[in-house]
């Protein structure tokens, strides 16, 4: 089993900042074989990806709409994913979730992930 806590949540003004840290835990696990993924819903809305990262910190992907503003990071030493978002936008309030795919592809199909973390609140004030 892997556990996945979101952390880095909170209020912050439309054009703000935050970096979300996704850590992970396990007995036995090892976090550079997972690709992770972020992923937000918002009250009402279907869950969304956000951006990814493969096992092997090659390949990144992102949510057209987060291009640009978003990055996604890996520390395979501290077994934690970071998402830095810039230039946020009130309609991307939400609960930020990762997620972690044991094949170590991610992207942006739900599918592939098999573990998830509880999210962390993000609401961004206009």
């Known amino acids: 089993q892997v556990q996945l806590v979101e952390s880095g949540g909170g209020l912050v003004q439309a054009g703000g900042s935050l970096r979300l840290s996704c850590a992970a835990s396990?007995?036995?696990?090892?976090?550079?074989?997972?690709?992770v993924g972020w992923f937000r819903q918002a009250p009402g809305k279907e869950r969304e990806f956000v951006a990814a990262i493969s096992w092997n910190d090659i390949n990144t992907y992102y949510a057209e709409s987060v291009k640009g503003r978003f990055t996604i990071s890996r520390d395979n030493a501290k077994n934690t994913v970071y998402l830095q978002m810039n230039s946020l936008k009130p309609e991307e309030t939400a609960v930020y979730s990762c997620?972690?795919?044991?094949?170590?592809?991610?992207?942006?199909?739900?599918?592939?992930?098999?573990?998830w973390g509880q999210g962390t609140q993000v609401t961004v004030s206009s």
């Open positions: 997620a972690a795919d044991p094949q170590g592809v991610g992207g942006s199909r739900l599918s592939r992930y098999r573990f």
């Open positions: 396990g007995r036995t696990f090892t976090f550079s074989n997972y690709a």
